[in-house]
């Protein structure tokens, strides 16, 4: 009997804003945001660690997934250029290239992640209830099928 692929998706903590001359690739956590990534991190910990996590390159984002992975331990870790300010279509095409690992965590950015779980789980895009920061969403998909829209079953819904 085949596994279904289990996808974790985690939007980046708050962030500090954007001091002047910084790029928003650089903005780091606020003091809020660690104590965010830290919640998640137990949350996470709880579901039991991916096999492989992919992260945006924004500093919020890796610092984010820092402080989930002082909570999980090692896990293949992947940065992925590709999540920052994703599209829909683009993270399901990440999903799919990595469907081999069984079980995923991406860690990024809104407005691509909740726009991607509204899209797999209910087949509309703008179905969508939000997602904080540090609000996480998992979804079970079945395996061997195609990521298309409305392929997915939302497991697990949290937020700080």
């Known amino acids: ?72 331990g090692f896990v293949d870790t992947r940065e992925e250029a590709e999540i920052y300010e994703a599209s829909p279509g683009t993270l399901m095409a990440l999903i799919e290239r990595h469907r081999d690992a069984g079980s995923l965590l991406l860690v990024g950015h809104n407005p691509g992640f909740e726009s991607v779980v509204a899209l797999l789980a209910t087949g509309q895009s703008g179905d969508h209830r939000g997602m904080p920061p540090a609000g996480i969403a998992e979804l079970e998909l079945p395996d061997g099928g195609p990521v298309e829209p409305g392929c997915a079953r939302m497991v697990a819904f949290w937020w700080p």
């Open 1 to 72: 009997m085949s596994q279904p692929l289990r996808v974790t998706l985690l939007r980046h903590a708050h962030a500090e804003p954007a001091l002047s001359g910084q790029s928003d690739l650089e903005r780091p956590l606020s003091s809020t945001g660690e104590a965010e990534a830290d919640d998640a991190a137990v949350w996470l910990a709880a579901r039991g660690a991916p096999a492989r996590v992919l992260c945006s390159p924004a500093a919020r984002a890796r610092q984010t997934l820092s402080r989930v992975l002082d909570k999980l």
